[in-house]
């Protein structure tokens, strides 16, 4: 059996999302939002979003990590606090010794959705119904959720979905 963490990295707030893969088929287990603090300075915030991974692949132990990769934001300076937000998640996975894949986003989005160039409304309904949720997730926490759901498809790891019922992940 294999578990996978989805991270849709941010510098205010991160998604995450588990999935359980049993027998070709994907299965919710968790996801959510790890709010850091904004008022902080940056490497407080990297330290609360370190801390709370390391605390999320503590409690449901995947197996590997699918990570949303850094695309040209806003402005040089977005790009790179995001950059310090995605080498703060990587590291918490890789010191549990996770397996760290990267994905593209619009490789993300052609994966659950069927293109590239998908909303995050769009993300969030193809979540729902790929996994058979019945709660639309936070838009971070769908996000961290189709990371793990492309990462699944990308290896092969599963072929058919499963239905399931929508339970929130710790918040914060």
Sequence with gaps: MTTILGVDPGSRKTGFGIL????GRSIY???????????????GRLRVLF???TEIIDTYAPTEAAIEQVFMAKSADS??????????AMVACVTRELVVHEYA?????????????ATKQQVQHMVVALLGL???????????LAAALCHCHASG????????GFRAGRLR
């Excluded at 986003?105 to 160039?117: H, L, N």
Aim: proline share 5%; no cysteine; glycine share 10%.
């Design 105 to 117: 986003a619009r490789q993300i989005k052609q994966s659950v959705v069927g293109t590239g160039a």
């Design 157 to 164: 790891l599963s072929t058919a979905l499963s239905a399931g």
């Design 20 to 23: 359980r893969v049993e027998r």
């Design 29 to 43: 287990v968790a996801s959510g939002t790890i709010r850091l603090p904004v008022k902080e300075h940056l490497a």
């Design 134 to 144: 019945s709660e639309t997730p936070p838009e971070d926490a769908a996000d961290g």
């Design 51 to 53: 801390q709370s991974l």
């Design 79 to 88: 790009a790179l606090k995001l950059g310090h937000a995605r080498g703060a």
